[in-house]
């Protein structure tokens, strides 16, 4: 097998590896997706609230560095 | 059978399907008439040619773009603008406690007069909301606001940060980011053009210490920033990246705000300020860094929803796709989001596929090396002058090797399947990728 025909070789076999690895991923992904926890219908349809925190009004310095 | 159950069955079914439609299509093009066959080898040189054809009239037109608009750039560099008006900085959140303290921590590291930041909590299950509390109050030139909020999604979310911006400019950045000081600075003098609704920012890789980010890190470069770039130029950007991107309040009321129907709300945006009027500019010089999935599985999961998402945004104008006037911007961008989002990475995927097995079967692999070895000398052109355009590291060049061989190759083949799926309409989750704390990466740069 002369160096053409070998790069061929490898040009094709990453192709075809490269679109098969992709499905296998998608699926893979789509199996974890399917493991994970079902969430409620009823979380779709809470009504959107705010709660305003108010800070203490001798809030100063962040916990560790002053990153002003 | 549970819903995310059901829907992970009929994506594999549909996968199934697909895979198995196009086998069958090579076994009966092996066992065609030799006259079919003879037809399928000018069919595959036609096809490699139009292929290289496409892909360089792309790469040129969007390098000639992106060129006028780096000169446009340098020729004005020296400027110097005093326009600074106060900004609001909205940080959504959700289960961000390992990364919400170095966003906040870069946010207020931002050189500029005058801002507030806002965090919204969209109804975290950890310690998020914890965190950001400890930032809250004055900061130096800052005020740190903290809202919590029921679980919606990252458009409610960005929408109750939008109400409650005390400023006419809102910045709005993810919480996985980390926003460079000088953002505001050479952000904020594009607004003095009244037309001006929009600013996209330049989205940078920071966990370069693994291979895969490191090829992501070139895809920003290459594939995301220089359309941005070239759209840039003609004031179109097509989307404001969720980790930067600076809006005129105005202009973000005026169109109703961020809608909740689509995965890509950056997108579905933008599109709707281009459908206003807006001009959207796109700045550089405004980095933000984000973290890259560093496994494939994150991946795919990350680009499935953008895909998604884009798709969704272009379904909800698809009249405009066929009418080009009397709002070509508009046009031009969702024909453009289209072609990326589904039309070349299908065509990508078979043409590949096709090239390969009638290389395979026909005897044509010196025609196929010739094809890939003028493809990667493309992109590694390409990447070159992206990377110096971007003043970046030379080192993700050699990257482009692999680039399209692997890389492009391999999301194409997840925004094949995702496009068919919202052919179908098949529903689908948010998908939350794992975070790791900016703090534990020293590639930063």
Redesign the interface.
């Known amino acids: 097998m002369n160096v ?2 070998l ?3 490898i ?2 076999v ?3 590896v ?2 098969a ?3 296998m ?10 493991r ?1 926890p ?2 409620s219908d009823d ?1 779709s349809t ?8 108010k ?2 009004l001798d ?5 560790e ?4 | 059978m549970p819903a995310a159950r059901r829907r992970a069955l009929i994506s594999i079914l549909i996968t199934a399907g697909m895979v198995g439609g196009t086998a069958l299509f090579i076994f009966w093009a092996v066992h065609s008439p030799l006259q079919v066959q003879r037809f399928l080898v000018r069919l595959v040189m036609i096809s490699l040619i139009l292929f290289l054809a496409i892909l360089f009239l792309r790469y040129f037109a969007l390098l000639w773009f992106a060129y006028l608009q780096h000169s446009e750039k340098t020729i004005r560099g020296g400027e110097v603008s005093s326009f600074m008006p106060p900004v609001t900085v909205i940080v959504p959140a959700y289960n961000e406690a390992e990364v919400i303290d170095d966003a906040i921590e870069a946010v207020l590291g931002l050189d500029y007069p005058v801002y507030e930041v806002i965090i919204v909590d969209d109804g975290s299950t950890d310690t998020t909301v914890t965190l950001a509390r400890q930032w809250e109050g004055r900061h130096g030139n800052a005020e740190v606001r903290v809202f919590t909020k029921a679980n919606g999604g990252k458009a409610t979310a960005l929408n109750s940060g939008i109400a409650q911006a005390k400023y006419s400019f809102v910045l709005c950045m993810d919480a996985d980011s980390s926003i460079e000081p000088q953002t505001l600075r050479v952000v904020m003098p594009h607004f003095e053009d009244p037309s001006v609704g929009a600013v996209a920012g330049n989205v940078k890789i920071v966990n370069r210490d693994h291979w895969l980010a490191r090829l992501q890190a070139l895809e920003y470069i290459e594939g995301l920033n220089m359309p941005r770039r070239a759209q840039g130029f003609i004031g179109a950007v097509n989307i404001v990246p969720g980790p930067v991107g600076v809006f005129r309040l105005d202009a973000v009321h005026e169109v109703g705000g961020y809608d909740v129907d689509t995965f890509a709300e950056d997108a579905d945006l933008t599109l709707k300020l281009i459908t206003n009027g807006w001009k959207i500019i796109y700045e550089d010089s405004a980095i933000t860094w984000t973290q890259a999935p560093t496994s494939l599985v994150d991946l795919i999961q990350q680009r499935y929803r953008w895909t998604r998402g884009i798709l969704q945004a272009i379904r909800k104008r698809k009249q405009v796709l066929l009418r080009p006037f009397p709002d070509f911007p508009l046009w031009l961008s969702a024909m453009e989001m289209a072609f990326e989002g589904v039309v070349w990475p299908v065509l990508n995927v078979y043409a590949h596929l096709f090239f390969a097995v009638v290389a395979l079967l026909y005897g044509m692999g010196e025609l196929l090396l010739y094809w890939w070895i003028l493809l990667t000398l493309l992109d590694l052109v390409v990447a070159l002058i992206t990377v110096s355009m971007e003043e970046e590291e030379l080192g993700l060049v050699p990257y482009a090797i692999i680039y399209r061989f692997f890389f492009i190759l391999f999301l194409d083949v997840t925004k094949t399947l995702a496009a068919v799926e919202e052919a179908f309409n098949l529903g689908m989750d948010w998908g939350k990728l794992r975070r790791v704390s900016l703090t534990q990466d020293a590639g930063k740069g």
């Open positions: 053409i025909d790069l061929i070789l040009i094709v990453t192709i075809l490269t679109i690895l992709g499905v991923t998608y699926i893979a992904y789509k199996l974890r997706m399917a994970k079902a969430t979380e809470t009504a959107r609230y705010f709660v305003l925190h800070p203490p809030a100063t310095d962040p916990p560095s002053d990153a002003s």
